[in-house]
């Protein structure tokens, strides 16, 4: 799937349409009724980790004329008064959800859970009347393998489908604005309470607390567990967890507790200044060319090593490594492995 810098990029795809009205929708998307977008002005958008939101908020200046019939699932909103707005209706066990249904307190908590990120308490009120929000409702996008964000521009096949068929992807939703529009591929759409991954754990955010990410990889877990750990690594994924444990010369089942401080050090160096150079790469529309990944020797001619390692609980993840260049240090053995400051190529 997608990676923080991949993220980045699509936000950036997006930003020039905050501030504009959705002026109708697409897609197949079968998880969210698309057609309660029309209407709604995109108010923000975030990146957080591996995870996109959409703000979506009602237009107080519509500029429309009387004669003009608003979509069923604004007429109502539409009309409230400010002062309602201030109105804070009594905590129940369920709420209101976009369509007028009833949706269980907890889905958006599920949903939270299931992505791994922190969870949130549940909106107990509608979300037009919810000051604590940001005016309006969250729209999170968890793209898959082959996800991406397209602006005014459709996905084309490179290849034929196992039929030999020459068929575009279809995209999950389609944002059209009065210049231009948003189609978004492969990814899981959900309503949410707004962002849930804090942007100490994003790799690539200003706030990212190095402290708490030594903490995590000094744990008694094999590194590659740790780095894919969106608690302590939101945006990291297998590519950068491949290349910079090479980087670093650290065996990926290396436990971090047997790894000195410079090790860990090191480490975390190269998880920020690899992920920042490739998020550069994309903006400017370069190839990032890899040095272990999905390679059959590594950069030294050594052959690669390929096996798939995740926690018993987790994904077993493919991992490439060179036995020579990265030997695993066991409990048992001194820490022999040199910490690097090796530039990225």
Not at 54 to 69: C, H, K, V
Request: proline share 8%; glycine share 6%.
């Amino acid at each position: 799937m997608p990676e923080g810098p991949s993220l980045r990029k699509f936000h950036q795809l997006v930003a020039p349409f905050v501030g504009q009205l959705v002026v109708t929708v697409g897609g197949n998307s079968k998880k969210i009724n698309p057609n309660m977008l029309e209407m709604l002005r995109l108010q923000d958008s975030q990146v957080h980790g591996k995870n996109l939101y959409l703000n979506f908020g009602l237009n107080e200046d519509l500029g429309l004329s009387d004669s003009f019939l608003l979509p069923k699932h604004l007429q109502k909103e539409v009309k409230l008064p400010k002062e309602i707005s201030n109105h804070k209706l009594e905590s129940t066990s369920s709420t209101s959800g976009l369509d007028g249904q009833e949706v269980p307190a907890s889905s958006s908590t599920i949903k939270a859970l299931e992505l791994g990120e922190e969870e949130k308490e549940p909106l107990n009120e509608p979300w037009w009347l919810n000051t604590s929000q940001n005016s309006g409702p969250w729209l999170c996008f968890h793209f898959g393998m082959f996800g991406s964000v397209r602006a005014s521009e459709y996905s084309r096949a490179t290849k034929p489908n196992k039929k030999g068929d020459w068929k575009d992807p279809l995209p999950r939703l389609v944002l059209h604005f009065a210049k231009g529009f948003l189609a978004f591929y492969n990814c899981r759409i959900y309503w949410c309470l707004g962002p849930m991954v804090k942007p100490s754990s994003d790799i690539l955010s200003e706030e990212f607390d190095r402290r708490q990410a030594l903490e995590a990889l000094k744990q008694a877990n094999p590194v590659c567990y740790t780095l894919l750990d969106q608690r302590f690594f939101a945006g990291l994924g297998n590519i950068i967890k491949n290349e910079v444990l090479y980087l670093a010369k650290i065996h990926p089942l290396s436990l971090g507790s047997c790894l000195s401080a410079l090790n860990l050090e090191s480490l975390l160096d190269h998880v920020v200044s690899f992920s920042a150079g490739w998020l550069q790469k994309k903006l400017e529309g370069k190839p990032q060319h890899h040095l272990i990944y999905q390679k059959e020797q590594c950069p030294a001619g050594h052959q690669v090593m390929k096996d798939s390692f995740g926690s018993p609980n987790g994904f077993q993840r493919p991992t490439w490594w060179c036995p020579h260049c990265q030997p695993k240090v066991t409990p048992e053995e001194p820490n022999e492995v040199q910490a690097t400051k090796e530039e990225l190529p």
